[in-house]
């Protein structure tokens, strides 16, 4: 049977995508008068065109048969995982289950301002939303639950209660699948609602009018999460805030970040940079949604060729500067899970592109590991052993001389150097901060 499913941004059709049966390669196609409006929303791969836009060299398992432009909606592991596990509850094999049905699943809850819309209403099942108060005890409990759950043998029909008593709870799988499944990433994270006078949480949109705020909150103490190779020890958190704390010490612009403390954990939290304060969206896509560029294939991709990215979207001349000062602190702070989802745009309504606020800047290096042993981008064609005069270089890309690329990389050396005083202030864990200050760069000067 063909799947379809029409794409809105900011209210109005953008286009339609179709998966046509036995088909493994889904077909994007813009709406005739949004072609007309000449807005860019995906300018490198796929200009505004009449034609049918089909990728079948894209990599299924990184972008799921449909073009970059939507692929970035999709949820990765965690997000993936938890509507699977709901998908299943309900007697439904997620294989059976394609990626435009999935968008559709999604609706108008995913990141950045694309929305999708089924044409008729199929027998699929449907999750009950109800927007409520949340706890995020209870979001913890039930995404370790989901996370330590495995799939039945194949014997076993889909919909048996093999499952964890708490998972086969329908309220609670709804308030999973609503909010922990719309942002990227391996971690175990929600997107919520947030009040920072009452702190609390609820798993609609923002209502602004009642002192509510879009935010994301990564979850810690997660006991059966991994992302690739490293777990989510306890004290994770902690660790990015302050990595956030010294991001924005070195000119980094990045989304506020707080930390939530409950039962002895510390969730890191962050404001969402594709939500304005009213609440209207913002049209985001990742490095390798925009390029279409494979996130899985480690060490092929070059950071310079972002600064070419970043002259065809006509984005300010300041974020190259920006990129410029992120390329630094990933290198020097050892931030090496920089892959090419973790780098992102935004467009605004008039079709002006930037350079998103960074975000996933953390402590990540496993040697010996298959992901973070190292950089997942290259810089002057390496991976590791980086040298002053490979930044300087660098720096040439961002229009910088000499002098003031090295008086960059100084500046951020010395932050990042600071990292003990951090850590002391955040109370980090003594092992992590100890492991930490043994995996920095600080000989770079």
């Keep these: 049977m063909t799947t379809l499913s029409h794409v809105r941004l900011w209210g109005n059709p953008l286009g339609t995508v179709i998966l046509q049966p036995g088909e493994r390669f889904a077909a994007f196609r813009y709406d005739a008068d949004f072609s007309r409006n000449r807005i860019p929303v995906a300018p490198l791969m796929m200009p505004l065109s009449e034609k049918p836009y089909v990728f079948p060299d894209l990599a299924l398992e990184s972008f799921h048969g449909l073009p970059g432009l939507l692929s970035n909606s999709l949820p990765d592991k965690f997000g993936t995982t938890v509507t699977n596990a709901w998908l299943m509850?309900?007697?439904?094999?997620?294989?059976?289950?394609?990626?435009?049905?999935?968008?559709?699943?999604?609706?108008?809850?995913?990141?950045?301002?694309?929305?999708?819309?089924?044409?008729?209403?199929?027998?699929?099942p449907e999750?009950?939303?109800?927007?409520?108060?949340?706890?995020?005890?209870?979001?913890?409990?039930?995404?370790?639950?989901?996370?330590?759950?495995?799939?039945?043998?194949?014997?076993?029909?889909?919909?048996?209660?093999?499952?964890?008593?708490?998972?086969?709870?329908?309220?609670?799988?709804?308030?999973?699948?609503?909010?922990?499944?719309?942002?990227?990433?391996?971690?175990?994270?929600?997107i919520i609602a947030w009040n920072p006078k009452t702190h609390e949480i609820r798993s609609g949109p923002a209502p602004v009018e009642q002192g509510f705020e879009d935010w994301l909150i990564k979850f810690d103490g997660i006991t059966q999460n991994r992302d690739k190779e490293t777990a989510d020890a306890k004290g994770y958190g902690v660790v990015e805030f302050a990595y956030y704390r010294m991001a924005i010490e070195c000119g980094i612009f990045m989304s506020e970040c707080r930390l939530l403390e409950e039962g002895g954990r510390r969730h890191f939290m962050t404001r969402r940079f594709d939500r304005l304060?009213?609440?209207?969206?913002?049209?985001?896509?990742?490095?390798?949604?925009?390029?279409?560029?494979?996130?899985?294939?480690?060490g092929v991709y070059r950071y310079e060729d972002v600064f070419d990215i970043l002259d065809r979207l006509e984005a300010p001349r300041s974020d190259a500067v920006q990129l410029f000062r992120r390329i630094v602190f990933n290198i020097i702070a050892r931030n090496q899970d920089d892959h090419v989802k973790n780098m992102a745009f935004l467009m605004d309504r008039s079709g002006n592109w930037s350079l998103s606020p960074a975000y996933d800047l953390t402590f990540a290096y496993h040697p010996g590991g298959n992901w973070t042993d190292r950089h997942q981008m290259t810089l002057s064609g390496k991976r590791d052993r980086f040298t002053l005069e490979d930044l300087v270089v660098c720096g040439k890309r961002a229009g910088l001389n000499r002098e003031t690329s090295k008086k960059i990389v100084a500046e951020i050396r010395q932050v990042v150097a600071g990292w003990p005083g951090y850590a002391e202030d955040l109370c980090v864990f003594p092992h992590q901060r100890d492991r930490i200050q043994k995996g920095l760069r600080l000989d770079i000067c």
């Design 127 to 190: 999750p009950r939303w109800v927007d409520r108060i949340l706890q995020v005890e209870t979001l913890v409990r039930f995404s370790n639950a989901i996370l330590a759950w495995r799939p039945p043998p194949v014997s076993q029909k889909p919909g048996d209660p093999s499952m964890e008593a708490d998972i086969l709870d329908a309220d609670a799988m709804a308030d999973m699948l609503r909010v922990c499944t719309s942002a990227g990433g391996a971690r175990a994270k929600a």
């Design 277 to 298: 304060a009213g609440g209207e969206k913002l049209h985001l896509q990742s490095l390798a949604a925009l390029a279409h560029l494979d996130f899985n294939r480690a």
């Design 89 to 124: 509850q309900n007697g439904y094999a997620p294989d059976a289950v394609n990626a435009v049905e999935r968008l559709r699943w999604l609706g108008n809850r995913g990141m950045g301002a694309l929305e999708f819309f089924p044409s008729t209403k199929e027998p699929r």
